[in-house]
């Protein structure tokens, strides 16, 4: 009898703070912490496959890394920076920021640097936490904050492994390599292909461009903020949450309407497009080489000023034949010409539906994650999966909401999951998980809506779209997404008030 081992009741049983586990210090694990903090909850463990904070900021350092959402927009509301040196800014000042909130709030001390983390397992209430390194570790809640472009997607290409010059991926930038002077080639003309094509065009000896498919793209309003009136931001602080409240609300109105059906905006962003090709491209060969043959905002808009310019460079060449191989010197075309590089620069994008895997995530009955979402990853509200209580992720599946500040969303996803364990506190609740009826109902619901948004009308393919031919985004506009997540519906989540009888007869035996 005295042998017999009681099992935990659970933190809100037992009146303790839970001991949570945030894996990923990029934007969302900093925002998780702070948010955690603010609430009471101060027991937290951060895992980091890295050496420093930052995700996306820190990985991706190529020539002309900026964010196209306007810097006083893409901040934390609870911490503006009046320093922010121009309108949209370059990929090293948001670095920094990030690395400054760290510091500020206090995050890294509670950070793992270089621990990724290898295996989750639920034994109801718990989970079982494996990092690469020490030993394994239990916790209450789950936080996976690991970002959704995140695993760089290296083409199959034949021929790839043999090139004998430089190779790498834009994400993975080789600082190392000079390319002054040299053959360049990209593979790509998405976001990060435009702005590394704008940045690096006039250096390079020779730049070809190998394109698959042409993008539709709209000027950066790119602007320089004077010393006076970053000076006048920190005397005047209001300015910068005015600014804040005016990029949500004009992004809100024109583009994000425009995606999810607006026919009006829509048009607006076409014609825009159109005229920024047409004043900016000349040569009509080049033109109608650049011409996509979708619907403009269908693809992740491009927010550009520097790409056609470069493209209408004597050095520049847009090759818009099939990439047949890689040979050791270069590229060759589905014609047969061989463009020769010294270096090759693969600005393919991301394997975007992993999320959280390639960590093994065990739920309930032992189901695996990965074979639960069959390549195919939903949650509930973005946020969570049945069969996986306690386990929530931040810019889980269907996160990205008509492109609004990806902060923006993370500190809402926050502000509901800080509901949940206030309501896990309340009801003393040893755990929680949507229910399936409730998530079969929002993701149905979902699928029926995407089929009106530019993503699925637009006639394109892109990273949006999952294996099920699904753009993976948030169907409806962001005021819907704002009022969803204002109060969570507990109707919608099993709310487990005691631990199953399973693990009570292990942990009795
Ligand atoms: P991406 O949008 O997925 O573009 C990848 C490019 O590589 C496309 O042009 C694609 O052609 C091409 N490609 C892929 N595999 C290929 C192959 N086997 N052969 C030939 N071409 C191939 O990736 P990304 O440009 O890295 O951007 C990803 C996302 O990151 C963006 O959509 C955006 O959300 C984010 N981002 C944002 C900013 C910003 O300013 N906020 C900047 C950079 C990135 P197809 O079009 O034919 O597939």
Redesign the pocket.
């Known amino acids: 009898m005295d042998m017999m081992k009681e099992p935990e009741a659970g933190w809100a049983i037992e009146g303790r703070d839970p001991r949570i586990a945030v894996i990923g210090a990029g934007m969302s694990g900093i925002c998780a912490v702070i948010k955690l903090r603010k609430a009471g909850y101060r027991d937290i463990t951060v895992y980091e496959k890295a050496d420093k904070v930052g995700g996306t900021w820190r990985e991706?350092t190529y020539p002309g890394?900026?964010?196209?959402?306007p810097s006083h927009w893409y901040s934390f509301s609870f911490e503006p920076n009046p320093n922010w040196s121009h309108r949209f800014s370059y990929g090293a000042e948001i670095q920094a920021y990030m690395e400054h909130v760290a510091e500020k709030y206090d995050v890294n001390r509670i950070v793992q640097f270089n621990n990724p983390v290898e295996e989750l397992t639920y034994e109801g209430p718990h989970w079982r936490l494996k990092p690469k390194q020490g030993d394994e570790e239990i916790y209450d809640i789950v936080i996976a904050a690991t970002g959704i472009?995140h695993h760089p997607?290296i083409?199959?290409?034949p021929g790839l492994d043999c090139f004998e010059g430089n190779r790498f991926h834009?994400?993975q930038w080789d600082h190392s390599v000079d390319l002054t002077g040299k053959r360049v080639g990209i593979?790509?003309?998405?976001?990060?292909?435009s702005?590394i094509i704008g940045a690096i065009a006039e250096k390079v000896g020779h730049l070809s461009v190998?394109?698959?498919?042409p993008?539709w793209m709209t000027p950066l309003a790119q602007k320089e903020y004077s010393k006076p009136f970053q000076a006048l931001m920190r005397v005047f602080p209001f300015i910068s949450r005015a600014l804040y409240y005016y990029y949500y609300k004009t992004m809100e109105r024109t583009f994000c309407e425009a995606t999810v059906g607006n026919k009006k905006m829509q048009e607006a962003v076409s014609e825009a497009c159109q005229k920024n090709l047409d004043e900016n491209v000349p040569d009509p060969e080049l033109r109608k080489k650049l011409t996509p043959d979708y619907q403009a905002a269908c693809?992740?808009l491009i927010?550009c000023s520097d790409f056609y310019p470069a493209m209408c460079r004597d050095n520049v060449d847009l090759v818009t034949e099939k990439?047949e191989r890689i040979e050791p010197t270069g590229v060759q075309d589905k014609e047969g010409t061989l463009h020769e590089l010294d270096i090759l620069v693969l600005?393919?994008?991301?394997k975007v539906g992993d999320f959280i895997l390639p960590t093994k995530v065990f739920g309930e009955n032992k189901v695996e994650l990965k074979d639960f979402w069959d390549d195919a990853p939903r949650a509930h509200r973005a946020m969570s999966v049945p069969g996986f209580p306690n386990f929530w992720m931040l810019e889980g599946p269907t996160g990205p909401v008509g492109n609004l500040s990806l902060i923006l969303i993370t500190e809402t996803q926050m502000d509901y999951l800080v509901q949940c364990l206030d309501e896990m506190k309340h009801q003393k609740l040893v755990a929680m998980a949507p229910k399936k009826e409730a998530y079969e109902g929002y993701n149905d619901a979902m699928s029926r809506a995407i089929g009106n948004t530019v993503w699925v009308t637009g006639g394109c393919?892109?990273?949006y779209i999952d294996k099920t031919g699904t753009p993976n985004l948030y169907p409806w506009a962001p005021r819907q997404f704002r009022q969803e997540m204002k109060r969570p519906d507990f109707s919608e989540y099993r709310l487990i008030k005691d631990i199953p009888q399973q693990a009570r007869a292990e942990a009795a035996e």
Do not use: E, H, M, Y
């Open positions: 991706n890394l900026s964010c196209d959402v472009l997607s083409p199959d290409i834009s994400a593979i790509g003309t998405g976001s990060t292909a702005q190998f394109q698959r498919t993008q693809k992740r927010l990439i600005a393919t994008g991301f393919d892109s990273w």
